[in-house]
Each structure stands twice: as structure tokens, then as C-alpha cells.
């Protein structure tokens, strides 16, 4: 029995990081949105590591909230341990991680999805997706309701067909013991969606009050109250430490001796799992040669003795994971509290996604997150915004948002997505970015706010703080290039003769000053050379100075990089015309359907001689 | 890239009487009048199709390189259907080489293998009726020229690749400990110094022997040089083994220089010998003297004769003086006169560290030896184990040299800058490396990271 539930703008399927951030986004921009989650209780879950941030996910948290996103001002909100990471290895790459209140980080994202304008929150399985002409219409949930809507965004991460192993044992179900969804697995591929299936894990989980600490290493975090989001408040919370150990000769014997019962091994897990995150068993067999591997405990709040053990993702059999838990160092008595386990899901492979992440195969059609093969709560927010945005600007009949791989790491990672093979779960880093120097998280405002703000999701009080910033910025900047020295200036030569570094030859600026290593900008400040300012600031201006010449090198490669993407290709292009295409690039073209010459020579198997013939054509037909 | 301006040698390689460079595409005709400069008063970018041309190709100070035959056809009455130049200069490889040098300097492009053919096809010069077989045609020759550029990188592919296998694993290292801190820590700033000064050497190497592949291609010059009377002429004619020299036992009898293509030992080398250096009053004398000057200091390799039987006098010392002794062979002629005036001591003091050779050219004495430093002149420098087989091309040098420049900025700034500045010039200098195969290698490193690492939480 189906009945007429309702009409919205937007309905968005699944309540996870990237749900969350799209329900948002398509409400803040003003549409009518519908939220449908299986659990509210499990709204923003972190069924695995309880951290965010880190190389990459922490530029992608501050892209996140730079455009009016929530990631970051939740886990500000949440957190319980902050750490820099990768400090003196430059500014480009240093990156903030958080440990997270698991509790609290859901607690505090339903309380903002509830106190939402125009976005309803609805508890519900939905079964059907229903298209008219090859554009999304209805959304239909199991008891019946069925909701018209001009766009879907499908954020169902890792519960389609879910299937959860732990040594022999298996079962259908979604992360947490929750139900799978496998009619919506049918219902895409009746739609002509292709799906892959991936493979990922997630370690045990012990009881505090059974581990034996003195036996571990504390790692407490920093001291300096650091932040995400740029509207927060400065963190005042107490930190939590993690705690560091290891694997033994005898954890791995373990392992060795039951490595027969490892669905890793025998051939049950079909999925392809992620090689960054590989599991502990596959550690020990790869790597045979380390004896240790590291582990980190990690409490999972404040109000709960749980704690994950990083670094032990594992489907072994339980007997097994208590055994290899009680070889470990601090570990001996331990008592396991979750058990860990593998999961297989489908996921629709994402070269049948544009840019926009709107499906090529069904209009109207939005998909991010795990469903599109990536892994990490950052990359699921991300792919969620963009997701959000575009729905609602396609509801709004505005042009697409998308974001450069010059502009933000979400473009790079969308990017990557519908552009090459993701040939096993998704994650961003670093290396992926070719203008790493420029996408750092310390200018993500800079980089991203006003696009924000265009969208409609910065609002006043952010756009406000934004203003005053750059203002200040700007001024600051202008004030340490016009403020110059002599080398007769006697001050100056001391100072310099004090950090040991050359005395001037010639007239020079604060600024130019500043990119000796040895020069700080708080010595300018505290001899009076140029004004006080807030911390950040002062931040930006010594970065944006003391790598003027790197950052000026990747601009150059960026205004090269650009005149390929300017060269769009039409919609309509029908590459069987393109005569004289190698046979791999005719296939991949008509797969991916690039949407710039740009994005067409970053495609596996399109050769330079491709490009240029397609531009050829391309000049040939506009003539 | 859509129909720049494009350059290359038309004509088979080779010496041969004429040799042409094709030039096509918009602006081709902008780019040669830049650098060439008619007999008559014609402006080339006004000249209609099918018009040829006479004049020089210029060199950047002015100085003439050829003396060429210009034809203009243009579009789309040509080979391409684009505007295309051809340029009819001497067929030795130098003054085409020179001239295609030029071509580039003055903004074009060097065509890709089949690219003229190519262009043709897809401005409809070829039969578009039977585009089905056509295009089989077109793919064959275009695979071909591309099969052709595998092979002559086919010996270089495993000097390239373990180049590239070891910046693979340096761009490994330095991600890993960016990305993956807690899993891998620091880098190891003195294995990625040891892993730089190798990925150098390596470039060294390759550049090097694709310095020596194109001595074969392109050959050297070698001048002849001493005194009059002391045997130049002889020395050519024995290594020509043809007459063309006048030999007389005058003093001074050769006036001009004389020139030929001789092959030693595989390289193709331009000899030339000089007329008699010495103080005189004659004015056509005169002007062979300094034409002998200009020459020797040009050449790449210098024969400087003694006559074993006249002994060394102040004005064998006056030549010497202005010789580079890094390019010197010296050949002691003479040698089946019993009378001997330049004894082995005098040569010892006087010629330290120079090769020298005592023979006799009319005997034939000594020649095969001189062949031999030949060789070993202009090869050296080249390193040891010479099974590097190389070709590389002007494109392929160019990438090779400026993934040099990266690597060494790199190693210059290893311990200075952080590392996300480094890692712009390791990686760039992979990414450049990569132009030569057209290989795209960002996702090598991150496959290299997985393999190498452990990586896991």
C-alpha cells in the first residue's frame, strides 16, 4: 500500500556525514529538504576511528566550513583531544586532528539537523527511488510513504547489501548491527547504475577499566587551544590523552597460527579493501619482516569507558582477536567489548557521476560519500556539501558549483572520482594534490568563503568575521611593505647580528625581511617594527612571505593547468565522429564523458596524441 | 595545440645533396620570416602559394647558417591543408640541424612522429570517401612512427626506468612522511641526499650518452693544423685516402681550407686542413691565415703535426700557443727520416698530459693510432660502459635536462626548505621525466607508497 507523504525540493537518503551536510546545505539555500535516516539515534555515526582530521581530511574539514558547512564547528563542539600534525614539515601539509566524543559529535549534529529551517528529519527505510523520463520524481520508503522530489542526494555509505564477517561467522547488516538496505541496491541497478563491491574493517573495542596503562605510552594533545571551524570559539575543554603500544612476536604468531580461519585469506571477502587501511592480519602477512606493529588506544568519549584500538582492524574470529588482544602490552587482561569485523558493500562506481556529482545515468540524481567508493568522514562531508549544493542549485535552475583542482581538495577529489578508476576505497591525501602549497588548510577561508557566501551558505555573522580578516590581512601586508630599513639602520643590524643571519646590503621591507628562516614576525612586533595583530593573522602573513617564492611557482603551474580546463567539451559531443582515437581512449571517453580537455587527459589510457586530436576536433566543429 | 606551428626534418635521415624541413601550421610562416632573410626585396608573409625563395637562414647575431631555397604554399593548397612552409637547405646534418634549431627558437614546435600525416588526414587533404581504410593507413604509420620512437628509446628504457624507479621511491619516501606521519616518521634526509646524487648521476649518464649518439648522428669537425711543409695535406689525403689536397713540397702551397666527410670508426667526421700558419707578406696567403684561425677555434678536435725531421722552432711554439690543448691530439710526422730533431723529452716537457703519436703519413705509420685518439678525444667524458644505447631527441634532451635542473635545485635545498616545498621540485623532476615516456606517474607514487610502507590504522 503506497500513499502521497509529501513534496520537497530536496530528499536526502541516509543520515551520515555526508547526509548531514547535504540536508544542510540544500536547506540552507533555501529548499524544502527531507532528511531520511534508518536510526536517528545513529545520525552522524562514527562507526569506526573515533577522529577527524589529519594529511588532507583536516584542508578538507576547513574547505567543509569555509563554504558554510558544519563538520567543523561540530567537532569543535566534540572534541576531546587536538593535535598539530606534521609541524616543521611545512605549511602546506601541517594538519589538525581531533579525537571525538563519538556520543557527543552525533548528539550535537541532530540537534542542529532538528533546529534546521525547511529540513525535515524522517525515520525510515527507503526502498525505491522512482525516475519519470530519466529524472528523479519519487522517493518510496518501506512502509509505503512516497514522497515527490525534484532531486535525490543518496548518502547510503556502506549499507548497501552490508555484510559483516568476523572469521566464520557472517551476516547480513550495515555498520553498528544496523539493518542493510538491499532493496535500494536492485532498485539502481534496474536504473542502469553499475555497482562495485569494496571491502572495509574496523578493530575491537575494550573496556578502559581492564587495560593496564603503565605498559603503554601516553600521548597527550597540544596544549595550544586549536580549532577547526573558523567561527568557533578557542577549545577551553580538558584534553583526553591516547596511549600509545605495540604488537609482539607473539601477537603475530597468533595470527600466523589461525591465519587459515582469516575470510581475508580463504576467499570469503571477495570486496577489495583499502590499502592504506589494511587489516591487521593482512599487516602481518605483507610485512612479515616488522616484529611490531604500532597500536593506539583511543577513548570513544568522555561518558563511556569504550576505547579503539587503531592500528587492529581485523575480521579473525573472536576467539582469535581476544588472544591477539591479550598478547599486546598493557592489553593482558583486556576485555573486549565490541568485536571487530569486516564489511563488504555495493557502491556505484563514480565515473557514472559529473562533477557536479549528479548521475549521468538518472537527472536529478545526486550521489556522495561511501556509495561512491571513497572512505573517511571528511571525504563523505565533502562529497555531501557539493552534493547538497548542486542539488539545490538544480532545483534553483543555477549553474553547477564546482570546485578546481587549483581551487580546494575537493575538487581534486571529486575530480579523481569521476575521472579515474577507483579501483579500491577512496581516500584523499596530500600527494593526490598537484598545488598542495596553495591548498592548505590555514587559507581555506581565503580561498573559499566568498564562493560560500555567493552560494547563500555564509551567513552574516561568518561573512562578517571573514571581512574583517582579509581586511586586516591586506592592511597588515601593506604596512611591512612600505615600512623599509637601511643598512644603516643600527637596531636592525643588531637584531639581525643577534639571529645570526647577513646584515642588509640594501634597502629592504619588513616584508621581504621576513622570509629570511631566522626572522619571526613576533620579533617585529616586539620591537615595535609593526603592529600586534591576532594569531592567525600574524600566521598567514609569515607563510604567505617566507614562501613567496614556492607559492608564486605553483601560481605559474596553476595558470597552465587552467588553459586546459577552459577548453570545455560540449555535452553533446559524440566521440564515435573523433576519428583516428585510439580504441582505449574512444571507450574511456564515452565512459567518463570528461567535461573539459583538462579532465580528458587526466583519464587512464587517453594519450597526449588523444588530446590532441580531440582538440583538433573541437576547433574543427566550432569553425 | 590545435594547429600550432609545427617543424621537422621531411627528408629521409643521412647525408644527402638536399635535405628539407617542414614547417605547418598557423604562424608557420610568421615564424620563418623571423629568421629568414631573402636575396630580393620580398616581404614572406605577403608571398602567395607555390613561391620559392632564396636566401639565408640567419642565426640569432645574424650570421648566415644556410643558404636556402624557401618554398610557401598556402592553406589549404598543401600537404597538411595548412599554411606550410619547406625550407631547402644542404644536406649535411649539421646545417639542417642548425636550421631546425633555429625553426624551434623562433617558436615552433617539433612534430611528433606522423604528425604532418596526421594533420593532413584530419584537414580532409586525404580521401575522406574511404575514411574507413584510411584511417587503418593512417593508424599503421602513425603507430609506426610511434613504434619507431619506442625503438630508438628501446635501449634507453631501462636507463630511464631505473631513473625513474628511483625517484618513484624518493617521491614514496618524502609523501609517505607527509601523509602517513605516524605509520612512517621523518624522512631520511641522508638516504633521499644518496638517492638524489644518484638519480643525477643517472640523468648525467643518459644525457651524456645521448651526447654521444649524437656525435654518430651528426658527426664532428677535426682541424688540421702545424706549420707549413710538415705533412697536413699528406695526413688528410692519407685519412681521405683520395687526392684532393695539392701536395707539393713548397712551402705554403695549400692556401685555402680544404674539406671533406671522412667516417673513423663509425663517426662521421668534417677534417679540414688548414693553409701553412705563418708570418707573410702574401695577401692571399693572409686571408687563408685567418680563415685557418676562425676554423680552429670552431672545431671540435685538433691534428697539431710536427716534422720530426725540421725539429720545433718558434713558429710550431706560436701555433701551439693558441691551441686549446683540451682538444689536441699531436701527431709527430716523419718519423722514417733517421735524422731526428725533437727528441722524447722535449715532447715530454713541451706536451704534458697531450696525446701524441709519433708516425709517419707517407708510410702510413702511426694513422691507425691517431684514428684511435680520435675516438677516444671525442668520447671521453662519455661515461664507461657505454651499452647505453640512446637516442634522444631535442624534445626528449629538453626533459632530461630539466629534470636535472629539479633534481639538483632539490639536492641544493634538501636541508633548508620544508618538505612540502621540496617535494615541488621531486616531484616535478619525476613529472618531466614522465614527458618522455607520456607516462602520467602521480599514481605510481602513491602505489610506490603502499608498497613500500606499511601504512595502516
Redesign the interface.
Known sequence: MIYEAGKYDVAVIGGGHAGCEAALAAARMGCHTLLVTMSVEYIALMPC?PSIGG??KAQLVREIDALGGEMGINIDKSSIQMRM??T??????QALRAQADKHEYGREMIKTILGQERLDLLMAEVENIESEAGQVKFIITRTGARYECQTVVLTSGTYLKGRIIAGEVMYDGGPGNQFPAAKLADNLREMGIKLGRFKTGTPPRIDRKSVDFSKTIEQPGDEIPWRFSFISPPSRQKQLSCWLTHSTAETHRIVMDNIHRAPMFTGVIKGIGP????S?E??VV??AH?NS??L?IEPEGRDTDEMYV??L?TSLPEDVQMQVLHSIPGLEKVHMIRTGYAIEYDYVIPSQAKLSLESMVVKGLFTAGQINGTSGYEEAAAQGLIAGINAALKVQNREPFILKRSEAYIGVMIDDLVT?AVDEPYRL????A?Y??LLRQDNADLRLTEKGRQLGLVDDYRWSLFQAKRAALEEATRVMQRTTFTPANAEVGQYLAAKKTAPLHDRISLWELLRR?EVKINDFIERGWMPSSDSEILGQLEIQSK?EG?IN??REQVQRFERLESKKLPVDINYDEV??LSNEALQKLKEIRPESIGQAS?I?GV???D???L??????RRN | ???DAIAAVATPPGEGGIGIIRLSGQGSIDCISKIFVPFKEVKLTERKGFTLNLGWIIDHDGTKIDEVLLGIMRAPHSYTGEDVAEINCHGGSMPMRRCLQRCLDAGLRLA?PGEFT??A??NGRLDLSQ?EAV?DV??AK?DRGLKLALQQLEGKNQYINAIEDRLLRL?AML?A???????VGDLDYEEAASILTQIQAGLDQVIEAGRRNEIYRDGIEVVICGKPNVGKSSLLNALLKKEKAIVTDIPGTTRDVVEDYINIRGIPVKIMDTAGIRLTEDFVEKMGVEKSREVMEKADLLIFILDVSAGINQEDLDIYRDIDRERLIVLVNKEDIEEKKISAAEIEVLFKGVKVIRGSVKNEMGIEELEKAVEEKILSGAVPGDGIEIMVNLRQKDALLRSRAQVVNALHTLR??????L??DIWGALETLGEIS?K?L??D??DR??HDF????
Request: proline share 7%.
Open positions: 576511528n594529511p588532507a600534525i606534521n616543521g614539515k611545512g605549511p602546506a601539509v590499502r592504506y587501511c589494511p591487521f593482512a599487516k605483507q610485512f616488522k606493529h604500532q593506539f587503531q592500528g582492524n579515474k591525501l596530500t600527494s593526490r598537484e598542495r602549497l628562516p614562501y614556492y611557482k605553483q576519428y583516428s587526466r587512464a594519450s597526449p596524441a588530446i590532441n586530436i582538440w583538433i576536433y573541437l576547433e574543427k | 595545440m590545435i594547429n611528433e596526421k594533420r588526414f584530419l575514411a584511417i593512417i593508424r602513425t617521491n609523501e612522511s607527509l601523509d602517513f606521519p605516524e605509520d633548508e626548505v620544508p618538505l612540502d616545498c617535494g615541488i607520456g602520467t602521480k599514481e607514487v602513491i607508497i603502499f606499511c601504512i595502516g590504522k
